[in-house]
Structures are given as structure tokens and as C-alpha cells.
């Protein structure tokens, strides 16, 4: 080991992230965005273990075998079903889980690819996504800086939303599809 210590962050003369194109002023809101879906998938992982009545040992090694969100999203939703007694939080649960899967995908689609080299400006950035399904794709897309920062505060607003919802999940028994206890 030579004892050199790295930056964890450091910032080119062009204000670009050195070693990448991305434009520093994105950074912070871009990190925002992945802590507050990671944060997303745990409260999914978590609901999946509550609905299993699993412990965290458990629970742990069946979502941690599937690491795509959208099917830890439904086998959460297909759980919830069988456990949410009533349909109007059922309905909640879907609502905010299917807009959690709309901001993975932007997620998804601002962190994977190439940012393009010579950006138009701090607020305004490009990168090229590309794909072979299929068939070879390249698409170019233009990021702005309030974009981003607004899907940074649309996975905070779902983050608080889920965290809710486990939190009354909790709080009640599961009962049957007739509203009655379910022996234990």
C-alpha cells in the first residue's frame, strides 16, 4: 500500500466530478436521489418481511436473492393483498409503490450511461443512454439541475409515504378477506 490517500470527491477546473463528465452542481442532488431510493427498496424489504412475519434473518435472505425493485414491489403488493384488511390502504400501498416504480426508472435512467463531454451549463447537463435489447439503441437525454432536484424530493415525498404505511401496517392485526381474526 503506498499510503496515498484519495479524495473521495474531487472538482476539475471545468467543474466536472474528475474522472466523469457529470457537472459538480449535480452531485449532491443526484446522491440525494439514490440514498432516498435505496432507503425506498429497504422500507419495501422491510413490508415483505412484516407481511411474511419474518425476522430480519429471514427476511433478509429472501429479499436479498432479488435485486430488481420492481419485483420486491410486487411480490410486496401481491403480499399486502392477502394481509391488508383494508382496501383503501391497499389502494394507498399501490398508488405510492407504482410511483416509486416510475422513479426507479428515472433513477435508473439519469445514473446508467455516458454524460456527454462538454455540457451546456451548470444547470444543464447531457448524457447518452444506450442498450441492445433487441437491437443496438442510443438515445441523448438533457438533465436540468431543478429535474433532478425534483426527483430528489418526489423519493423523499414516496420514502415518507411508504414509511407510513409500514408504520399502520404495524399497527394492526391481519384479518381475513371477511375482516375476521386471524388465529395465530
Request: hydrophobic share 40%; charged share 25%.
Amino acid at each position: 500500500m503506498s499510503g496515498t490517500i484519495y479524495p473521495i470527491v474531487d472538482f476539475s477546473a471545468n467543474g466536472e466530478i474528475v474522472t466523469t463528465l457529470v457537472p459538480s452542481s449535480f452531485a449532491r442532488p443526484i446522491g440525494i436521489l439514490c440514498i432516498y431510493c435505496g432507503h425506498i427498496e429497504s422500507v419495501v424489504d422491510a413490508l415483505i418481511w412484516h407481511f411474511l412475519k419474518a425476522d430480519r434473518d429471514t427476511g433478509e435472505a429472501i429479499t436479498s436473492v432479488q435485486t430488481n425493485f420492481m419485483r420486491k414491489k410486487e411480490l410486496m403488493l401481491r403480499l399486502a393483498e392477502l394481509h391488508v384488511p383494508k382496501r383503501d390502504m391497499l389502494e394507498n400501498l399501490k398508488r405510492v409503490a407504482n410511483k416509486a416504480d416510475d422513479l426507479f426508472l428515472q433513477r435508473n435512467n439519469l445514473v446508467h450511461g455516458m454524460w456527454e463531454v462538454g455540457h451546456v451549463s451548470k444547470s444543464v447537463a447531457g448524457k447518452f443512454r444506450y442498450s441492445a435489447k433487441g437491437q443496438q439503441k442510443r438515445k441523448y437525454e438533457s438533465y436540468t439541475l431543478e429535474k433532478i432536484n425534483n426527483l430528489a424530493a418526489i423519493a423523499l415525498n414516496i420514502h415518507c409515504d411508504l414509511l407510513n404505511i409500514r408504520q399502520i401496517c404495524t399497527d394492526f392485526q391481519s384479518v381475513d378477506q371477511d375482516g375476521e381474526q386471524l388465529q395465530e
